[in-house]
């Protein structure tokens, strides 16, 4: 049976990968891959028309030097009335004040009428910190992060 929304329909989610790679980063297929109920993919050149026909929008960036690009923070201010969760990737250790700071900052970017559900950060080597559910230490703890979302869309 599908998950429903509080619309009574089926619930959708949809992972946007804004960094600077080609191709889809792990921690953005585990993301999809922890999502159990209706989903999409996009790079940020090709979004669908109606962010809104999602019940949450992942997204994820680069962080390097503790900032995000100024194309993903104007994308970020551009979201109205959606429920957001961020996911970045960023350039050495995961865990930091600096690095607690920035997503502090990064998270400004989004607009006034965003539903803002939680973040996930991992460094771009081997190893992820989540730095919101700390006993998940490794890539894998996306999935269940993701996983939560989604529960946490139901009740």
Do not use: W
């Not at 619930?11 to 080609?22: F, S, T």
């Amino acid at each position: 049976m599908a998950d429903i929304n509080k619309r009574g329909f089926a619930m959708r989610g949809l992972v946007i990968d804004a960094g600077d790679m080609q191709a889809m980063c792990q921690v953005a297929r585990n993301i999809y891959d922890g999502i159990l109920y209706e989903k999409d993919t996009c790079r940020l050149t090709s979004l669908p028309d109606n962010l809104r026909a999602y019940d949450v929008v992942f997204v994820r960036f680069d962080m390097r030097f503790n900032s995000i690009s100024e194309t993903a923070c104007t994308f970020l201010g551009s979201f109205d009335d959606i429920q957001v969760v961020l996911f970045a990737t960023v350039d050495g250790p995961a865990i930091g004040i600096t690095t607690r700071a920035a997503l502090r900052r990064n998270r400004e970017c989004l607009g006034s009428s965003v539903r803002f559900m939680g973040v996930f950060i991992c460094s771009n080597g081997p190893d992820c910190d989540n730095i919101v559910h700390t006993t998940a230490g490794d890539l894998f703890g996306v999935i269940d992060f993701a996983r939560e979302i989604g529960i946490s869309l139901r009740s």
